[in-house]
């Protein structure tokens, strides 16, 4: 279900007073500069504040360093750190692209407000490490998990969005994504947790999930990442979309039929989407990979999914 989470007013918005600069990129402004996130002292907003390590040229020292920045605010900040104050941070792994960061127990025990924004501070700040994509936050040796008690997995900086400005405009949605697998010719499940306007349909935002592509080491993108939805809506429990021509000109290494069962099973998974109906460019009399005509009505296909 649909969960408002009002501490996500500003993940990145104005500044707080006291000389916190608003929090508005992830990548660093410039060469060697990287972002440190804070609270506001109301704990209402992150902030960030600009800082060049020393230890650059090393990644294992990097992560330490600002670590040690991310604990630790600066004497002239009025500003807290976004880990609560019980919160000890015990250990890093860096594996591939992936980094694991490891609390002790009481990370669960913060209010899902301030935890959330934590979750937000850590992955802004270390996924400016060029090979840094994803982070995966563990209490206690075990993986965090959301309200729902499904883990919450790898976080990359765009599952938040960048710029919140009103506190009742933004929800936090569990979504459920098919990506292909490494023959291109399945479908894998992936469940994402993504922060997202309330203006922005679910289903607008499964199939702008699905042209971002897979969080999940093992599973391959099913869309173009430069494919354009130019128009989506349902009635009567059909989603109609309409895509740009990029969803034509698809050269992903997949079977022809994958990119469709992709949208649509995502799409299915609402409950409120029973069928899907394509376009590109308005029209609908259009053959997919020379193979499969859009005409159709596509229904839900698990004879795609891997088992």
Known sequence: MKRLYLALLCLLCLAAAGGCRAAEETETDGEGVYQ??????????????????????????????????????PADLDCQA??????????????????YLYFDANYML?????????????????????????????????????????????LAASDFVESI??????????LVLYFADETGEKLIREEREVVHSINTSTERLIVEQLIEGPHTEGLYATLPPETKILNISVNDSVCYINFDQAFLNNSLNVKEYIPIYSVVNSLAETGSVSRVQ??????????????????????????????
């Not at 390590?53 to 992560?63: F, S, T, V």
């Not at 019980?86 to 591939?96: D, G, H, I, M, S």
């Open 36 to 73: 440190i996130y804070y609270l506001n002292s109301s704990g209402t907003k992150l902030v960030s504040r600009d800082y060049v390590p020393e230890q650059a040229e090393d990644k294992g020292r990097l992560i330490e360093e600002l670590m040690g920045q991310f604990l630790q605010v």
């Open 110 to 154: 913060m209010d899902s407000a301030r935890e959330i924004l934590c979750r937000a501070a850590l992955v802004k700040v270390f996924t400016q490490i060029e090979g840094i994509d994803y982070i995966n936050i563990y209490s206690g040796d075990q993986p965090i998990m959301d309200s729902s008690g499904t883990p919450v997995g790898m």
């Open 278 to 307: 394509f376009a590109v460019n308005g029209s609908q009399d259009v053959m997919f990979k020379d193979i499969v005509s859009l005409k159709t009505l596509f229904e839900q296909n698990l004879e795609y999914v891997e088992q």
């Open 165 to 174: 400005s009103d506190v009742n405009a933004y929800e936090q949605s569990q």
């Open 82 to 99: 976004a880990l609560g104050e019980k919160v000890e941070f015990q250990k890093y792994a860096l594996e591939n692209n992936v980094l």
